[in-house]
């Protein structure tokens, strides 16, 4: 029976570009052929759980501004947030969803009475996809929020807490394993510090190398055939997070042995943090071979923090979607809206408009990008810019068959004299403006 929390909508429709109906899309046709692909198959939409259902509208400042049914931690207050972000899901028409144990069901005592919560919790969300269709796209564990992992959860000086943590991450993956999960994603929300002069840089490093290794472990011993993935984010909570873009998280994979292992989730303000463009830390991870899933919301860019916006600019979301597309499309990853309501939207209807608007900005940014790589509008300059790099002497320098001093030698018999060539920038913003 439907808990009639979003009124008489059931479905948002496709209405085509001409429409103005606010719970329509005018660009988001799931069916529609792009690149030979179905809308739906590139984007992969997923809704995530913690800040539709779960966030209360706090800021620093005030507290709760939402009021929900099923504000409460009981477990029918979680069975009736289910049947609610179901109903959204199905409404939205998202193939995917993605939580956070902590989400989903009610804080036990302890570690066995969390366990038996999720599975509980677990079991429901089995009825609800196989009634729905809605599949997960990652599973996650919450170390950040309860005050044990004050000090970190992998990272923490204290070796219990690496034990509770490792423990709570096994019931997740356990979980997100039953669900039929295509990835699971590690965000190391208190994994950094706060100040340097109780910190032990080096030890934390190797207790976080230890984790994540032993996550691996297991995902092989259980046969989850899913993903893991390492969410990169600068700061925020700690002053400093140990996976703090993809050049890092890259870094740390290499030294402990994981690189063939686990991709990388990136959120586009978390990349706005670290200083880079959303689309820097995707092409980052294309050319390093562990570009995993995509978390759609950015930052506000004035007050500098992780505002968790939905998407709304089409120009940036078509160059992300260019860089994804141009390394091959996601395969187990996708897009999730990790994005959160502003806390005067307090209406039911603003979490369908909020979506249907990121949804739609997604489609437009998509169509756009693929006609770029289908027009080969900018790679065809960059082909050319390098292509100096064919020439036979080149290549062998490339490929490691001259030492410095036969180079210096070729210089000198052939005369080489290089010209400077013009980069064309504004060209080629303006040619991606033609197609946004
Ligand atoms: C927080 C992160 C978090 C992860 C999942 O900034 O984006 O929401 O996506 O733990
Ligand atoms: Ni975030
Ligand atoms: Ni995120």
Redo the contacts with the bound molecule.
């Keep these: 029976m439907a808990t009639g929390f979003f009124g008489e909508v059931t479905r948002v429709p496709f209405e085509g570009p001409d429409s103005d109906n606010p719970l329509a899309f005018r660009h988001y046709d799931p069916d529609a052929i792009v690149m030979g692909k179905r809308m739906e198959d590139h984007l992969r939409f997923a809704a995530c759980y913690w800040h539709s259902f779960v966030w209360p509208g706090n800021d620093p400042f005030g507290g709760q501004t939402f009021e929900r049914p099923w504000f409460a931690d009981t477990m029918d207050a979680a069975r009736l947030k289910a049947d609610v972000a179901f109903e959204m899901f199905t409404a939205l028409g998202v193939p995917f969803f993605c939580f956070h144990d902590a989400d989903v069901r009610p804080e036990g005592k302890g570690f066995a009475e969390n366990t038996r919560n999720l599975s509980e919790i677990v079991d429901y969300f089995e009825k609800k996809m196989e009634e729905t269709g809605v599949k997960l796209l990652w599973g996650t564990a919450n170390l950040f929020s309860n005050r044990r992992y004050m000090a970190g959860a992998a990272t923490n000086p204290d070796p219990d807490v690496f034990a509770f943590a490792a423990a709570t991450v096994k019931t997740c993956i356990d979980a997100t394993h039953r669900l039929g999960g295509d990835n699971y994603v590690l ?1 190391g929300g208190r994994e950094g510090y706060e100040t340097l002069l109780n910190t032990d840089l080096k030890r934390e490093d190797s207790q976080a190398g230890r984790f994540l290794n032993l996550v691996v472990d297991y995902k092989h011993r259980i046969g989850f055939k899913g993903t893991i993935l390492v ?1 990169p984010k600068p700061q925020e909570p700690s002053k400093h997070q140990y996976d703090f873009d993809v050049a890092t998280v890259y870094g740390f994979l290499k030294r402990h042995g994981l690189e063939g292992e686990v991709k990388v ?1 990136i ?1 586009q303000g ?1 990349a706005i943090l670290a200083g880079h463009s959303f689309e820097h830390e995707i092409a980052l991870a294309q050319a390093l071979g562990i570009f995993g899933s995509i ?1 759609m ?1 950015r930052n506000d860019y004035q007050s500098g923090w992780d505002t968790d916006q939905f998407p709304n600019n089409a120009a940036e979301v078509a160059l992300a979607y260019y860089h994804i597309l141009a390394g091959g499309g996601f395969s187990s990853g996708g897009t ?1 809206f ?1 994005a959160k309501l502003r806390r005067q939207s307090l209406d039911p209807q603003d979490l369908l408009i909020a979506h249907v608007g990121g949804m739609d900005i997604c489609a437009r940014g998509l169509k756009a990008a693929a006609r770029m790589i289908e027009d080969r509008a900018l790679s065809a300059f960059v082909e050319e810019r390098y292509a100096g790099w064919k020439v036979p002497e080149a290549a062998k320098m490339l490929a490691g068959g001259f030492t410095l001093g036969e180079i210096a030698d070729w210089v000198e018999k052939a005369g080489l004299d290089p010209q400077p060539r013009s980069g064309k920038q504004e060209l080629l913003e303006n040619i991606v403006n033609r197609y946004v």
């Design positions: 965000w969410e989730n959120e978390h978390d919301n999730n990790d």
